[in-house]
C-alpha cells in the first residue's frame, strides 16, 4: 500500500564509495522529485523528472546523477561520496508539474552517514 | 525564510477536535496554504491544502481566514495515531514553489 517507497532506509558507507539510492511510487504520478534535507528542517529541491524527463536540476554536484526507467521510479546515485553527503534524501512525485498546486507525497527517506 | 508561524506544542485529548492554528500574514495572492505531519523516522505526510476556501477530506477540515493571513487545520476526532508534528507551509506557483520550509512545526500529543 506504501505510495511513495524508497530503499534502504538507512545507509552508512565510507568516504569515497559509489552508492544508489531507489524510489518508486504507485500512485500513478507524472512527476517525481529528490530533495535532501539539512539540519535546518529544510527540504531543497535537487532533481525533477516528468514523464521520465529531467525538467529540474539545480546546482547539485556531477557526482550525483538520476535515473528514471519509468515514469514510476526515480533512482539516485551517487560517485565519491564525500562528508558533506550525510544527510536525508527524500523521494517524492506529484500529480502535476514542478511549482503547480498539486501536492507531494513524500517516501520515507534515506539517512545516509559518510563515514 | 519561514513564512508562518506556529506554536511549538499541544495537546489534545484523545476524541475531542484538534484545532491547529497557523500564522502566514505574509502569504501572497497565488500561494497555497499546505499542511503536512510527519511522525517520527517517517517522511512527511500530506493532510491538506487550500487557496482561499475552506477544504474538507478524509483527513481533515481547513478553514483559511478571509484576509488569507492565517488558517486553522482541524483534526475532528483526534486519535493516538495522530500524535506527531504538524507543519503548515506556504507554497506558490514559481521556483520557490520547489522548495518546502517545514520549520519547527506544531508537536500534537494526543493525550488518551
Known amino acids: 500500500d506504501t505510495a511513495v517507497s524508497q530503499t534502504p532506509k538507512y545507509l552508512v558507507t565510507q568516504m569515497g564509495n559509489d552508492k544508489s539510492i531507489k524510489c518508486e511510487q504507485n500512485l500513478g504520478h507524472d512527476t517525481m522529485y529528490w530533495y535532501k534535507q539539512d539540519s535546518k528542517k529544510f527540504l531543497k529541491i535537487m532533481f525533477s523528472?516528468?514523464?521520465?524527463?529531467?525538467?529540474i536540476n539545480e546546482t547539485v554536484p556531477n557526482r550525483f546523477s538520476p535515473k528514471s526507467p519509468d515514469k514510476a521510479h526515480l533512482n539516485l546515485h551517487i560517485n565519491s561520496l564525500e562528508l558533506g553527503d550525510s544527510a536525508v534524501y527524500f523521494c517524492a512525485s506529484s500529480q502535476d508539474i514542478p511549482g503547480g498546486h498539486q501536492p507531494q507525497h513524500f517516501g520515507d527517506g534515506t539517512r545516509l552517514s559518510i563515514l | 525564510d519561514a513564512k508562518t508561524t506556529q506554536p511549538t506544542s499541544m495537546d489534545c485529548a484523545e476524541g475531542r477536535a484538534a484545532n491547529l492554528p497557523c500564522n502566514h500574514s505574509?502569504?501572497?495572492?497565488?500561494?497555497?496554504v499546505y499542511w503536512y505531519r510527519q511522525i517520527h523516522s517517517q517522511g512527511p505526510q500530506y493532510i491538506i491544502h487550500g487557496l482561499k476556501n475552506n477544504e474538507t477530506n478524509e483527513m481533515a477540515s481547513l478553514i483559511i481566514t478571509e484576509d488569507r493571513k492565517s488558517s486553522t487545520l482541524i483534526l475532528p476526532h483526534a486519535t493516538l495515531r495522530d500524535t506527531a508534528v504538524y507543519y503548515c507551509?506556504?507554497?506558490?506557483?514559481?521556483?520557490?514553489?520547489?522548495?518546502?520550509?517545514f520549520g519547527t512545526g506544531t508537536s500534537l500529543t494526543v493525550i488518551p
Open positions: 507551509i506556504v507554497r506558490g506557483r514559481s521556483n520557490t514553489g520547489n522548495q518546502f520550509y
Open positions: 523528472y516528468n514523464n521520465k524527463e529531467l525538467i
Open positions: 505574509t502569504i501572497s495572492g497565488n500561494e497555497y
